[in-house]
């Protein structure tokens, strides 16, 4: 009889399994081993591949043309710094991220975004951007020191970027540090008033009144509501929540059935809170002592601006925002002027989760330009202002006119002892009693038009005008109502005739 050859380990029948019965630790351990055998395989290939690719890159490192650096009528410190730049080689086209390293090692007590702002500040250039810091670090101030690692502050940049004495002014303004496509991110109040058409006070109210004003509007959020209108023929909801808060009784119902927002009536307006109340008048001294202090040291020859009030700012409206969590923001948009007026002035009160408020300035462009309007309103990058809790942000008189501001999603928010993942931010507001809808021109839909300014085309530009306003609203349709509006040196309005400046249809 012949005898039945005997079969391969991979199959699996029953009479196999009889005669073959190994231990499942023999598999295992094969596994393994060869695992590790694939694993010394793959470094060895790679260390193969290295050892070519290696020295093709170094030398076409080391060959390539370096920049000569020059130092003639430097000092030694400078010199020497030169020196070390011209060693290492910093060809124009290198990376931004190689730039920074090797300024850093220059300059390592100095902290990275700082390095970056300054690099930016030169073009890209080390050469020039050590030469600051080596000027600045050689004079009598101390060196900067490393930040402590709280959140919200940074050394001034001014400590940093060298300064030509023989043209400075205090009423000459900076120049704008932002960059095209870049993100410049402000931390100290002097940077702030420095490059922005903003101030900022940091912990601007006592602990205690600043914490129990938080909760008093904490309990309130819960039922403000997101407000909606109708943006180019869609229903659209702000991203966040909101709520108008007036100082009385009176003013709450003239809010209520006189004053247009959107092209309609709100139906949610309230009364200052015990804690808005308290704490308004100080709002009105601080405000006002910025704005002094932005007249005297940053506007031509110490002076307010054309269409600025010369009557002290007083709050007498505010509208509450909430951003629950990092994803509610509000995109780049300017401040309707209707009710406050031209180069008006607004206080801004951030508590809780701390977040940043971008600005960035508005270029003005030729009628028959064709640049697209996406590039031109990134022609001067932007700005992040961080607004810790407990922070008081002034939007100056320049702001509404010729900037555009707005509150960026954060990818990730650093959660607030008492509001969790909230911010909780006031915008006080200076109401002018002349501008009540009862003066303004009514469009031929027999309804208060809105005030706004033109900021794109060079043409015209910074003109007031009077516009319909109806078409905001969803389910109604607008009017081509147009007027140019007319105002004195101190921003109030002139009408064309003592019946509220009604065109003529």
């Not at 793959?42 to 390539?64: C, H, N």
């Not at 060196?143 to 004495?165: I, R, T």
């Not at 601007?204 to 008093?216: G, M, Q, S, T, Y």
């Not at 100080?282 to 040291?297: D, F, G, L, P």
Request: proline letters at 7%; one cysteine or more.
């Amino acid at each position: 009889m012949k005898q039945a050859e005997p079969k391969g380990f991979a199959d699996d029948s029953p009479d196999m399994r009889a005669v073959v019965q190994l231990p499942t630790e023999y598999f295992s351990r094969r596994k393994q081993q060869l695992r590790i055998l694939r694993r010394h395989q793959l470094i060895l290939l790679l260390g193969l591949a290295a050892s070519f690719v290696y020295p093709l890159i170094m030398d076409a490192f080391v060959s390539r043309k370096k920049r000569k650096l020059s130092f003639h009528g430097q000092s030694p410190k400078q010199e020497e710094t030169f020196q070390q730049i011209s060693m290492l080689s910093v060809p124009d086209d290198e990376s931004t991220d190689y730039k920074l390293a090797l300024l850093s090692s220059l300059h390592p007590n100095i902290n990275q975004q700082v390095l970056l702002d300054v690099l930016l500040e030169h073009e890209g250039e080390v050469e020039k951007a050590s030469s600051s810091l080596v000027d600045t670090t050689s004079s009598s101030a101390p060196p900067p020191k490393k930040p402590s690692g709280a959140v919200g502050y940074q050394s001034s940049l001014s400590k940093f970027v060298a300064l030509d004495n023989s043209s400075a002014s205090p009423t000459k303004r900076s120049k704008l540090m932002s960059k095209k496509g870049k993100t410049l991110h402000l931390y100290a109040p002097e940077d702030v008033a420095a490059h922005t058409p903003c101030s900022i006070i940091h912990n601007f109210l006592p602990v205690d009144e600043a914490n129990d004003l938080l909760r008093e509007l904490l309990e309130e959020a819960p039922t403000f509501e997101r407000m909606t209108f109708k943006l180019f023929d869609n229903v659209v909801s702000s991203p966040h929540t909101a709520c108008f808060y007036v100082e009385g009784l009176k003013e709450q119902k003239a809010q209520k059935t006189e004053y247009i927002y959107n092209g309609d009536l709100l139906t949610d307006v309230r009364q200052l809170t015990p804690q808005m109340r308290k704490v308004s008048p100080r709002v009105q001294e601080a405000v006002n002592r910025e704005i002094a202090t932005r007249i005297k040291k940053h506007y031509p020859n110490g002076q307010k601006l054309k269409y600025q009030s010369s009557e002290p700012w007083k709050p007498n409206a505010a509208f509450v925002n909430c951003y629950n969590g990092g994803t509610e923001s509000v995109g780049y948009h300017s401040d309707q002027l209707t009710y406050l007026g031209p180069r008006a002035v607004i206080g801004s009160i951030s508590l809780g989760v701390a977040r940043e408020f971008r600005v960035r300035q508005i270029i003005p462009q030729d009628s028959d330009s064709k640049e697209k309007s996406k590039d031109s309103a990134d022609a001067e990058g932007q700005i992040a202002i961080h607004l810790p809790h407990n922070s008081l942000l002034v939007m100056h008189a320049e702001m509404q006119e010729t900037w555009k501001h707005s509150i960026a999603p954060a990818q990730a928010i650093d959660p607030h002892p008492i509001s969790g993942n909230r911010r909780i931010n006031i915008t006080y507001r200076d109401y002018k009693a002349s501008l009540h809808p009862k003066f303004t021109p009514k469009c031929k839909c027999n309804v208060p038009t809105v005030l706004r300014v033109v900021q794109r085309k060079r043409e015209n530009w910074g003109r007031y005008f009077w516009m319909c306003h109806a078409g905001n609203v969803p389910g109604k349709e607008g009017c081509t109502f147009f007027e140019w509006a007319e105002f004195d040196d101190d921003g109030e309005p002139i009408w064309r005739d003592r019946k509220g400046g009604r065109a003529a249809d």
